[in-house]
T-cell receptor
Framework: NAGVMQNPRHLVRRRGQEARLRCSPM?????VYWYRQLPEEGLKFMVY????????ESGMPKERFSAEFPKEGPSILRIQQVVRGDSAAYFC????????????????FGNGTRLTVT | DAKTTQPTSMDCAEGRAANLPCNHS???????VYWYRQIHSQGPQYIIH???NNETNEMASLIITEDRKSSTLILPHATLRDTAVYYC?????????????FGKGITLSVRP
């Protein structure tokens, strides 16, 4: 059973470039959550998506950040015009839908993408 | 904001049980108690969760008080690889509130 897959593991971007982070949820999971962890800080929720829908984006910065989870393919977290303050580890988690969600299935996390902005 | 409070750190000897406490005095009736851990810079790892009853799996046991205002995660035989930050999280079961809100967690150091 493949877990949550994130790629790339490491991403280096210059200031002003775009960063695209990908997350493939576990098989059968249709809920995706994105978190950010700044150096030496805790995990902060960014956005919660189901297939083709954004459910909760209360943790997303108002500008430059966007997320999608299309019907086919991975979830994408996109950061436009990156700045040094965007350097962080970005984690994706997934959980199932349907009956198992009613039983409060846990979120399973990937190993993250470490973004470095130079 | 996290709805739990945990000590900042604790340590235990290898091979002994590690008992990690957590207070969640404002927990609602339908909210679950979850435990995750993060080893170094890896992704958070799910450990266990429960609603009212005590739970046990291959990794740990979760003891929830009868009033549900606190709980304890028990690692029965701690190893050096259990050194990590452990997060106690209260989670609503469905909808937009089903996200996990991480606090600062407790840093467990297992000494040889």
């Amino acid at each position: 059973n493949a877990g949550v897959m994130q790629n790339p593991r490491h991403l280096v971007r210059r200031r002003g470039q775009e960063a695209r982070l990908r997350c493939s949820p576990m098989k059968g999971h249709s809920h995706v959550y994105w978190y950010r962890q700044l150096p030496e800080e805790g995990l902060k929720f960014m956005v919660y998506l189901q297939k083709e829908n954004i459910i909760d984006e209360s943790g997303m910065p108002k500008e430059r950040f966007s997320a999608e989870f299309p019907k086919e393919g991975p979830s994408i977290l996109r950061i436009q015009q990156v700045v040094r303050g965007d350097s962080a580890a970005y984690f994706c988690a997934s959980s199932p839908s349907g009956r198992s969600a009613i039983n409060n299935s846990p979120l399973h996390f990937g190993n993250g993408t470490r973004l470095t902005v130079t | 904001d996290a709805k739990t409070t945990q000590p900042t750190s604790m340590d235990c000897a290898e091979g002994r049980a590690a008992n990690l406490p957590c207070n969640h005095s404002t927990i609602s009736g339908n909210e679950y108690v979850y435990w995750y851990r993060q080893i170094h810079s890896q992704g958070p790892q799910y450990i266990i969760h429960g609603l009212k009853n005590n739970e046990t799996n291959e990794m740990a046991s979760l003891i929830i008080t009868e009033d549900r205002k606190s709980s304890t995660l028990i690692l029965p035989h701690a190893t050096l690889r259990d050194t990590a930050v452990y997060y106690c999280i209260v989670r609503s079961p469905t909808g937009a509130n089903s996200k996990l809100t991480f606090g600062k967690g407790i840093t467990l150091s297992v000494r040889p």
